[in-house]
């Protein structure tokens, strides 16, 4: 008997700020991001629980969604954003105005090219990957809405597709866009996991 655990996996909408690396800087969602994901969630309506990364363009909405349809939640900083380092708040603009050369190796392989002081690629794969074998084992055969960041999401879509860790920012994941896991629990065999859509809409 093989048991199936659905998981959709959502980018939260626009921030106050505009486009720039952020990943522990902790800005609000903007009108138009709390539309945007309005938008993207309405037509869902089984999930059996929330998860969401702290940060409070994520958990902002989800405490809010979390209420509106009577859905427990919680929140799991093994899902928050990479942390970007010297690169915090700052804009690719900033960034291309001061080193352009630093910008252009990171979009060609982030895993040898962090910013300084930055989280390690490999230590936030570890991280969310930790966090995402948690929730498939404490989840398992429900239906979850997990809220997070571009780079969380990036790294769960890698680890199942087997792309190299290089490849990571080949994946587009935007604004407010889902993205659909589909995991199979057979009896006495590992889970196997399965991309059924990505960045599409319910």
């Given amino acids: 008997m093989t048991e199936t655990t659905t998981i959709d996996l959502i980018r939260h909408g626009e921030v106050e700020g505009g486009s720039r690396f952020r990943g522990s800087t902790d800005d609000p969602l903007t009108k138009l991001g709390w539309q945007q994901m309005q938008q993207t969630l309405e037509a869902g309506s089984d999930w059996t629980h929330i998860i969401s990364s702290p940060l409070q363009r994520c958990a902002k909405f989800t405490e809010y969604w979390a209420e509106k349809n009577k859905?427990?939640?919680s929140l799991d900083n093994g899902f928050q954003e990479m942390h970007f380092g010297d690169w915090?708040?700052?804009?690719?603009?900033?960034?291309?105005?001061?080193?352009?050369?630093?910008?252009?190796?990171?979009?060609?392989?982030?895993?040898?090219?962090?910013?300084?002081?930055?989280?390690?690629l490999s230590d936030f794969r570890q991280r969310v990957l930790n966090a995402w074998q948690s929730l498939i084992h404490r989840q398992q055969g429900q239906h979850i809405l997990l809220i997070s960041h571009g780079g969380p999401i990036r790294i769960i879509l890698a680890d199942i597709l087997e792309m190299p860790l290089h490849a990571l920012l080949r994946l587009e994941v935007p604004l407010a866009a889902i993205s659909r896991i589909r995991v199979y629990h057979a009896q006495k065999q590992p889970p196997s996991a399965s991309?059924?859509?990505?960045?599409?809409?319910?």
């Fill in 71 to 73: 859905l427990p939640y």
């Fill in 88 to 120: 915090e708040g700052k804009t690719s603009d900033d960034l291309s105005a001061t080193d352009p050369d630093a910008l252009q190796r990171f979009w060609q392989d982030p895993n040898k090219h962090a910013p300084n002081n930055a989280e390690l």
């Fill in 195 to 202: 991309l059924v859509f990505h960045a599409g809409s319910l």
